[in-house]
Structure formats: C-alpha cells, structure tokens
C-alpha cells in the first residue's frame, strides 16, 4: 500500500521515478534541450556554455532519482564559497537545474538577496576606483551602472545611437555577451536581444550619468576610435 501511494503521488505530480531512477542529470538536460525549439540562438548557446563548464563534469553524472535537498545547496554553496561565484551566476544555473528536479526538490533549493550599496558605500567604491591607476579608465562605465541599474551585457553593448543627450534618456534595446556560438568552439562576442518586450526598455540620464557617457564618447572620439560590427550592430 506504501507503494502504491508512492507511485500514485509521483503520477499526480507528474514525475516518472521509474524513468528517473535510471536518468542522470546530463541525461535529463540534454532531453529538455533538444525540446526548447522556441530558443533564441544566443539563448540556447548560454544555457549550453553555462551547464558544460558548470554543472556537466560535476554534478551532472549523478542519478536524479538519488538527488537531494542538501546536494543542491551542497553544489550552490561549493560555487559560491570555493569559486567565488556571484549570486547572478547562481540563479542563471539554477533556472537551467529547476526544470529537472521533482516537485519537492524544486521548493527553496536557492534563496538569495541581493544587497545594493549604499550612497555611501557607493561613493568609497568611486573614490577607490578614481584614485587607482589600474581601474581609473573604468569609472564612467561604472559609473553609468551604478547610475542606470541596468545589467552589464547591457552597458557594454551600447551604442552612441542609443544615447539621447538631448533627451537625456538611454534606449536599452540589446546586451553584449561574450560566449561560445557554437559548441566547442571558441568564444567571441555576440548580441542578445530581450526575450521579452519588457526586456526593451527608455530609462532616464542621470545628470552623472550623461557626464560620464560624454566623458567616455571624448576619450573614444581622441584615443580609440572604433568602428567594431557585431551582429550587425
């Protein structure tokens, strides 16, 4: 009868133990790959390049049957402590395992809140950063971060086009990543475009913002003119 109601529990859940027993990980993410026909290119090379270099070699030859709750965390807190992963690494792993687990696996495995800085903390960081030799070049970039809140393939891949200075707004329409486009092959830069129209997006310049953004637009105009094509951006 145990039995029974174990199995009955595992149909009404919609998990398949007896498939499960004999899956590995790897297995089961392979599988959920070749069905996500509706990837976006960039996407799918992410997810891909992220569960290879992370979760294959390590976690991924372990049946899914035998997984538990403290394996998953055991795993989460190895990245962080041991690799010095940050919290955004993690759930980007984490949204690639979640779909795989059973039902009571998928509760809580991950909790994580993320700290902004404060104004002051802030202005240390900034002051470290414009009295360093090696990190000077870097303020307006951090600076138009720490400003916009936007995500860092996000202000790399800005263009001039997507700053209006006259408006003071910034179009966030696109990110710049730096992956594999195809497995095994070698890394190079790439452009996502939103999943979501969400995604897309006219934010305000900030007054620091837009100090920054000319500062950079001088320096690039004297020093470093660029004339990269990247996707056809």
Not at 12 to 36: I, S, V
Not at 125 to 137: E, K, T
Not at 210 to 231: G, H, S, W, Y
Request: net charge neutral.
């Amino acid at each position: 009868r145990e039995l029974e109601h174990q199995i009955q529990r595992d149909l009404e859940d919609g998990l398949q133990t007896h498939t499960a027993k004999r899956m590995t990980l790897n297995d089961l993410f392979d599988h959920y790959m070749e069905l996500k026909y509706e990837l976006k290119t960039s996407t799918r090379t992410n997810y891909q390049y992220m569960y290879d270099h992370y979760v294959r070699e390590t976690i991924g030859h372990k049946d899914i049957a035998s997984f538990r709750y403290s394996d998953i965390r055991a795993f989460y807190n190895s990245l962080l402590r041991e690799r010095g992963f940050r919290l955004n690494t993690i759930e980007t792993i984490h949204s690639l395992l979640h779909p795989a687990f059973p039902l009571p696996l998928r509760v809580d495995l991950i909790r994580t809140k993320k700290h902004a800085l404060t104004e002051a903390q802030q202005a240390v960081f900034m002051q470290f950063v414009a009295n360093s030799a090696r990190y000077r070049q870097w303020g307006p970039l951090f600076t138009v971060m720490l400003g916009t809140g936007c995500r860092m393939g996000e202000v790399i891949g800005l263009r001039w086009e997507d700053c209006d200075f006259a408006e003071e707004t910034i179009s966030i329409n696109h990110s710049l990543l730096y992956r594999q486009k195809e497995p095994g092959g070698a890394c190079e830069f790439l452009i996502s475009t939103p999943k979501t129209e969400t995604g897309i997006r006219v934010i305000p310049m900030a007054t620091e913002v837009k100090r920054a953004l000319e500062q950079e637009r001088q320096f690039q105009t004297e020093v470093c003119p660029a004339n990269i094509m990247i996707d056809g951006y």
